[in-house]
C-alpha cells in the first residue's frame, strides 16, 4: 500500500508515525496536493493528501479513516481498544487533534493571501486554544491518542512557533518530549 502525502502534512505524518508502531510497510510518495498531481487526483478527488492507494488499486482518503484501516491491519494491536469507550474516546481524541490541525492549516492559507487578522483568523486562534485545553486532560487515554496529540502539539511548534503550548499545557509539553524522542516520531519530522 502506497501513501500520497506531502512530508510535512501533519495528518500524513499521523500516518506514518502509526503505520510505523504498528509495524506496517507503508510506501510514501511525496505528494504536493497544491500541484493537483493526477495521482493524487485519482485516489481523492477533493485532491487533498493523504491519501492511501491499496494494492488492488483502490484509495482511502481522509486520515481519521485511514487510521482506522491501519490499526484494522493488525488485530490485538495495543494502541487503540477496538471497541467500547476506550475506542470512541481515542477517536474524539483524534478529532480535536485534527481539529486544531484544520484550523492551523486555515490559519496557513489566509496567511498565504495576506490575511492575518479578523474575526476567522481569531476564531481559528480561539479554537486551537480551546482544544489544547482539553486535549491536555486527555493525554495518556490511549497510544493512538497520544500520537494524534503530538503531532499536532508538534505541527503547532513547526508552523506556529509563537504559539507557547508547551508552558500552558505541561501535559503535552511532556508527552511530545516523551513521543518526539521515538524513532517513529524522528524519521517523521517535517523538514522546510
Ligand atoms: N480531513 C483531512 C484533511 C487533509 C488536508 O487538509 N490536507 C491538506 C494538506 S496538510 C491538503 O491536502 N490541502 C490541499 C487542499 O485543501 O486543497 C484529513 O484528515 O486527511
Redesign the pocket.
Known sequence: MKLLT?LT???GRKLRVLARELGLDLVVADTA??NDPAALLSANPL????ALVLDDGSALI???VIAAFLLAQVPGQALKPASGPGHWAALTTEALA?GVLDAA?ILRFNMAQGITAGPWVERQYRAIERALAVLAGRVGGSGFGDICIAVACDYLAFRFPELDWRTAYPALAALADRLLATPAFQATQPEG
Do not use: A, E, H, T
Open positions: 506531502s502534512s501533519p495528518y496536493p497544491m485532491g487533498k493528501v493523504p481522509d486520515s481519521p485534527d492549516i
